[in-house]
């Protein structure tokens, strides 16, 4: 019988940060726009830093193009979205 946990570190990872895409998703969904924006962002930032710690061949699903883009681009995203989530006015109803 086989496992149906992904033998890859990479693939093990990019689950677990699906799943966190998901819970802040959830979060937006349920109005709470602000603290869902910051928990994605947050994710996108620990994506970067597992693409840049987790060696070559355990990359799994983790790795989308070179290794400088990956981390490059979703630091910017995770960066970009923290700063979204922390200076827009939450508005009269927050």
């Known amino acids: ?3 149906l946990v992904p033998r890859s570190r990479g693939t093990q990872a990019y ?3 699906l799943l966190l895409v998901m819970v802040g998703l959830g979060l937006v969904a349920l109005g709470y726009w602000r ?3 910051l928990v994605i962002g947050a994710t996108f930032l620990v994506s970067a830093t597992l693409r ?3 060696p070559e061949e355990h990359k ?3 790795a989308v193009r070179g290794r400088g883009f ?3 681009w ?3 995203l995770g ?3 923290l700063v979204l989530g922390a200076v827009i006015n939450p508005g009269p109803d927050a």
């Open 35 to 37: 603290r869902g924006i």
């Open 74 to 76: 979703t630091t910017l």
């Open 70 to 72: 990956d981390i490059a």
């Open 79 to 81: 960066a970009s979205l």
């Open 15 to 17: 689950i677990g940060l």
């Open 1 to 3: 019988m086989s496992s």
């Open 52 to 54: 840049a710690v987790v």
């Open 60 to 62: 799994g699903l983790l």
